[in-house]
């Protein structure tokens, strides 16, 4: 798998499959999100500054759900699939961006080079079981 850089858009060292927050996703936030979303300033209670005020989440409760960025409010807020869209009053991240946000939470979200990636949540089926009857299937007994 071929990796780019997101500053310099050249191709990552061979090895380099891991996507981490130091490596990676820190240049994006610090580019796009840190002027608002800072120990200082924290809007909406959210600083994105470190991995762990990131995985904190903001007052809205978690913003990164591990192996699924589809359900991340911080990937759909920056991708413009869910309000507020962020950064607010410009443009979503460049897809390059995106695609690196994307793979860091599929990925397990990874701290650093050294991290193991965190267990996604298991999936709850929110079916209902068809109720009993109260009737034995089959023809009926002799």
């Not at 809205?60 to 759909?76: K, M, Q, Y």
């Not at 397990?108 to 009993?132: D, R, T, Y």
């Amino acid at each position: 798998m071929l990796l780019y850089s997101v500053t310099t858009h050249a191709p990552l060292a061979e090895g380099a499959d891991k996507i981490t927050y130091e490596d990676h996703l820190r240049p994006i936030l610090a580019d796009r999100c840190l002027s608002c979303h800072n120990p200082d300033k924290a809007k909406g209670g959210l600083d994105l500054s470190t991995y762990s005020s990131l995985m904190q989440g903001g007052s809205s409760g978690e913003i990164v759900n591990a192996g699924d960025p589809d359900s991340s409010r911080l990937f759909r807020s920056v991708a413009h699939l869910e309000e507020p869209f962020m950064p607010p009053k410009a443009d979503k991240l460049t897809e390059p961006r995106l695609k690196v946000m994307r793979d860091w939470i599929s990925g397990g979200l990874l701290e650093n080079s050294g991290s193991k990636a965190k267990a996604g949540k298991p999936a709850f089926k929110m079916e209902l079981a068809q109720p009993s009857t109260g009737k034995p299937e089959g023809p009926p007994p002799m």
